[in-house]
């Protein structure tokens, strides 16, 4: 491009390349503290997501390593033109969770944003010829899909998830990781078209697995096909040989698209880096062998095919011609040059931690949208009790609905359980629940998340001042998730055992317990008006919907009817149900994701009769544990 076609592509950011990227985040802070002003509330909600990520370019040795952006907050999924003149990546500089695709110079200057929008802008490579920029965007339903913009006239288009690019209704229906062949002609990714929702544990699990193919689409909407694709697999991240004859990727097993973001499955989920013809998809050849989790591969020449190694002993860069490896941990996303020369990559961390109450990017204009850590629960009085399960240890915390005050009413170390999975938030006090009158504190004591098949939790409650603990439960059965009647003198919650399931109800008076259902059921809710109990069920199919029921066990209704999970609702103070889903699909190769679960779970809000369903953030994280928290 000459000076004066970047120009054209700059358009207005270009008044923002002229400021100092801290004046402009500052000035963006400002804006975003004078609007809080005259918001109803805030929003607290937990985010399962990086703290840190900032970009780096080093020789493919991984020597003369340096910082790409010296003023970067949180950038991610970069690429360099062809060229070698601009750097293309995604960024949250608006905010946290917000992602827009912004460009600088191959050297980290002149910073400025390309696409700006309150949508998930995401994974941008620009065209052979300068002329167009692919990404992947939820704008227009809220579905990843890939979309083209011409960086002259800033005309937008959008290429799959219209017309015959669409999938069946009802079903996955995303697609991610555009890559550009070599001549410019054609546009490779993967999707999820028309797969099944399928949980983790063959199914049988909360969060899900992923099945992708490979398919190619020209820049003008024609020629949509499938390149290749191998039931029970997954193939993500296609990249162009030199020469485009061929196409390469990852692949592994769908189960293992679980394991590969979690960390404690090292061993487990692995995968080969494979290659078929671009044309035909056949002639395939798998470039590597072992049990390494191996992604994100791309040629680096035509003889040779540079790949990341995600955990365990090996993690870091690897080459398929025998090149020495750079082993580096929680490197990710790695861009080779054109030149064959260097390569850009993203260095990831979850420390610091997010810290409470920090501001995140609002997408619902009258709420300000803050950090907390999980199982949040307001009191009448306005007082917040929540788990510190990333922040802490898994004890229990009480503070003010500003933050303020903030103290520990429950130790969870000390009481007789594994440390070592207390530490890892996988067993201690959880699920806090306040009593009407603000003295109380009912919570699960023990192991939870998978833990709860063999082990045991029993229902407790502490004074809000920390005084008067005790058992109501007497384990022998994995009890949890309590939640207080509206007159404070039951208290529903869960059960989980081998031959008993269900929600239960303790009378605090007689200390009897009565069955409330017996179905896999969960983190039970009291409505406000003490009319109804909202819960989350797992169905016959393995699907998760959210539930009510009247404490009398009559009158169920099923509030959420999608084929994908719902889960962790909760009752609004006006009557609403919040709840964390995923209908809109992933955002991205879940593979690729780090220690999350759910990992494209986002944040809705329904009416309590199931209408009027509205979707509250377009984050590419996990978002959760929605509290509304209205002024006074």
């Not at 306040?434 to 098949?453: C, I, K, Q, T, V």
């Not at 377009?618 to 928290?629: N, Y």
Request: with cysteine.
């Amino acid at each position: 491009m000459d000076r004066r076609q970047s120009l054209r592509w700059l358009g207005t950011a270009a008044i923002a390349a002229q400021l100092p990227l801290t004046t402009l985040a500052r000035a963006q802070a400002q804006a975003a503290t004078t609007q809080a002003v005259s918001k109803k509330g805030v929003m607290l909600m937990n985010r399962i997501a990086p703290s840190v990520s900032e970009l780096f370019i080093a020789n493919l040795d991984g020597s003369n390593e340096r910082k790409l952006l010296l003023d970067g907050e949180f950038d991610y999924n970069a690429s360099l033109s062809s060229n070698g003149e601009w750097l293309l990546f995604t960024s949250e500089r608006r905010g946290d969770g917000q992602s827009d695709i912004y460009r600088a110079r191959a050297d980290g200057t002149k910073v400025a944003p390309v696409i700006v929008d309150d949508s998930m802008d995401d994974a941008a490579v620009l065209s052979p010829d300068g002329r167009l920029l692919a990404f992947v965007s939820t704008r227009n339903g809220y579905r990843a899909n890939i979309w083209l913009k011409d960086v002259y006239s800033g005309r937008l288009t959008q290429l799959t998830g219209i017309g015959d690019v669409r999938g069946k209704e009802g079903k996955p229906d995303c697609y991610f990781r555009p890559a550009w062949s070599h001549d410019g002609q054609w546009i490779a990714f993967s999707s999820d078209r028309d797969t099944e929702w399928t949980g983790h544990d063959q199914g049988q699990g909360w969060e899900h697995t992923q099945e992708l193919a490979i398919y190619a689409i020209r820049p003008d909407g024609t020629g949509f096909r499938k390149v290749v694709s191998k039931p029970g697999y997954c193939l993500g991240s296609p990249k162009w040989s030199l020469d485009d004859k061929r196409i390469v990727f990852y692949e592994m097993t769908v189960e293992a698209t679980w394991g590969a973001r979690r960390p404690n499955y090292i061993g487990k989920a692995y995968s080969q880096i494979v290659s078929v013809n671009a044309t035909t998809g056949g002639d395939r050849v798998e470039h590597t062998t072992g049990t390494d989790l191996k992604l994100q591969p791309q040629y680096v020449s035509n003889t040779e095919i540079g790949y990341l190694i995600k955990y365990g002993a090996n993690e870091g860069l690897a080459y398929t011609s025998g090149r020495a490896p750079v082993k580096q941990s929680f490197l990710r996303a790695p861009s080779w040059t054109a030149d064959g020369k260097s390569v850009i990559y993203e260095k990831v961390s979850f420390k610091p931690v997010r810290p409470l109450m920090k501001p995140l990017f609002s997408w619902d204009s009258d709420f300000e949208y803050r950090h907390i850590d999980v199982y949040p629960l307001m009191s009448r009085e306005g007082w917040i009790a929540f788990t510190d399960k990333q922040t802490g240890n898994s004890s229990l915390w009480v503070m003010r609905g500003d933050g303020s005050q903030k103290r520990k009413v429950f130790e969870s170390e000390g009481r007789g359980l594994n440390d070592g999975k207390v530490r890892m938030g996988l067993a201690g006090a959880f699920q806090p629940s306040w009593s009407p009158d603000g003295e109380w504190l009912a919570f699960g004591l023990g192991y939870w998340f998978f833990e709860r098949n063999t082990m045991a939790a029993a229902l407790w409650r502490v004074r809000s001042d920390g005084s008067g603990a005790e058992q109501l439960t007497d384990g022998t059965v994995n009890a949890g998730f309590p939640a207080y009647s509206g007159d404070g003198k039951e208290i529903a919650y869960r059960v989980w055992g081998k031959d008993e399931r269900g929600l239960r109800i303790l009378n605090l008076e007689t200390r009897k317990i009565r069955v409330l259902t017996t179905g896999q059921d969960n983190m039970p809710g009291w409505s406000p008006d003490g009319q109804r109990i909202v819960f989350t069920r797992k169905r016959e199919d393995s699907n998760y919907d959210i539930y009510t029921i009247r404490p009398d066990g009559t009158d169920l209704f099923r509030c959420t009817d999608h084929g994908s999970s719902d889960g962790h609702a909760v009752w609004s103070a006006d009557g609403r149900i919040l709840w964390s889903g995923s209908q809109h699909g992933f955002r991205d190769e879940a593979a690729l994701y780090e220690q999350t679960f759910q990992q494209y779970g986002q944040i809705y809000v329904m009416n309590a009769d199931g209408s009027n369903k509205r979707l509250l953030t377009d984050s590419k994280w996990e978002d959760s544990m929605p509290l509304f928290v209205p002024k006074g």
